[in-house]
Structures are given as structure tokens and as C-alpha cells.
């Protein structure tokens, strides 16, 4: 089992940028999809973005230009940079992480992980 702690949230102005990271431990990491998701208040938790271990990599149309995640399997860990922020950013961030067979798969539905983090908070302010 893999487990995964996010960090790097906080409050940024609009238009700002923040990276955040998704660390993992336990498990083969190199062999492991990860996944973002967040959720605002009173709405449900949707994916953001999610790279498998082939470094295929797959968005929302939301943050499709704005965002950027990669892997660094030999630190396992994966960033995500979030540039160009909106206040509609603002929610809880999870990381989330489950091994796969095949290095080109991806993972877009959170039912589709079982190791998920605690979440980072992100704050646009307007």
C-alpha cells in the first residue's frame, strides 16, 4: 500500500502561482499512478490532473493551461505547479496514488484510487 502526504498549499492572490507536492512511501511508487483532485466547500471532490508511471499525462479543461504536473520517481514524489490561479482554484487539494500493470495508464476517476492524502488547502483571494 502506498501512502501519499500533499504539501505546499496556502493563500495566494489572483493570478499568483503555487506548487504542490504529493510524497509517497511504501509500495513500488515507480509503478504507481497518482492523481490531484480537489474540493471546494459544499461541492464534490473533482479530479484536476493525473500522470501515470510512464509520465503520461492528463487534465481538466479547467487548469489544462494553467496547471503542470510531473514525477520525480527517484525522489518519489510528484508535483504539480499551479500558475495563473483564480479564486474558482480555491478548494482542498488531494494527491491520491494506486499502482497499475501498464505505464500508459491513467486514472481520471477517484473511485479508481485507493491511497489517498490528507489534502493542502489552496486560497485565491481576490
Known amino acids: 500500500q502506498v501512502q501519499v502526504v500533499e504539501s505546499g498549499g496556502g493563500l495566494v492572490q489572483v493570478g499568483g502561482s503555487l506548487r504542490l507536492s504529493c510524497a509517497a512511501s511504501?509500495?513500488?511508487?515507480?509503478?504507481?499512478?497518482v492523481g490531484w483532485f480537489r474540493q471546494a466547500p459544499g461541492t464534490e471532490r473533482d479530479f484536476v490532473a493525473a500522470?501515470?508511471?510512464?509520465?503520461?499525462?492528463y487534465y481538466a479543461m479547467s487548469v489544462k493551461t494553467r496547471f503542470t504536473i510531473w514525477r520525480d520517481n527517484a525522489k518519489n514524489i510528484v508535483h504539480m505547479q499551479l500558475n495563473s490561479l483564480k479564486p474558482e482554484d480555491t478548494a482542498v487539494y488531494y494527491c491520491?496514488?494506486?499502482?497499475?500493470?501498464?505505464?500508459?495508464?491513467?486514472?481520471?476517476?477517484?473511485?479508481?484510487?485507493?491511497?489517498w492524502g490528507q489534502g493542502t488547502q489552496v486560497t485565491v483571494s481576490s
Open positions: 491520491a496514488a494506486e499502482p497499475s500493470t501498464f505505464s500508459h495508464t491513467l486514472y481520471v476517476n477517484e473511485n479508481q484510487y485507493t491511497n
Open positions: 511504501g509500495g513500488t511508487f515507480s509503478r504507481v499512478v
Open positions: 500522470i501515470s508511471w510512464g509520465e503520461q499525462t
